[in-house]
């Protein structure tokens, strides 16, 4: 089985879509193992905690911190700027997180623990439609 989810994103955060996920398994009520893979090189996907939105801010935060935009003196050395300040450092950011990921599914059920949600983690500041794709093998 396969499907594509379409994330709009409102620029730079933590775009929650575990719901979208686990309706699409259920339908199945397969056991398996869950591949997502997001197709684009300027953001990422984590399995995060989803029950205090604090833990969004501060990651995004920290890596906003850890890889400021261009314009930041820190980061006056990167020679990709022509897409805009905030380009280079998205692809830097997704170079450090995961653009894939596993989950398994057992009866149509993702196997998340309590406290864990799918998200896109989107690291431009501009709006943009994201593609992830999903696969449920047996």
């Not at 989810?5 to 259920?26: C, H, K, M, N």
């Not at 398996?32 to 501060?58: K, M, Y």
């Not at 949600?117 to 439609?129: D, M």
């Amino acid at each position: 089985m396969q499907t594509e989810f379409q994330i709009s994103t409102r620029g730079a955060g933590l775009y929650e879509f575990t719901q979208d996920v686990a309706r699409w398994v259920a339908h199945s009520e397969r056991s398996g193992l869950l591949t997502l893979f997001v197709r684009h090189t300027s953001c990422s996907l984590l399995i995060q905690e989803n029950a205090d939105p604090e833990v969004q801010t501060d990651l995004q935060n920290f890596f906003h911190r850890l890889v400021p935009p261009t314009t930041d003196h820190s980061m006056r050395y990167l020679t990709h700027t022509y897409e805009g300040p905030d380009d280079m450092p998205a692809h830097i950011k997704a170079a450090m997180m995961p653009v894939s990921l596993s989950i398994p599914v057992t009866n149509g059920r993702l196997a998340l623990g309590t406290w864990q949600g799918i998200y896109l983690f989107e690291h431009r500041n501009a709006p943009h439609t994201r593609s992830v794709t999903a696969h449920l093998g047996a």
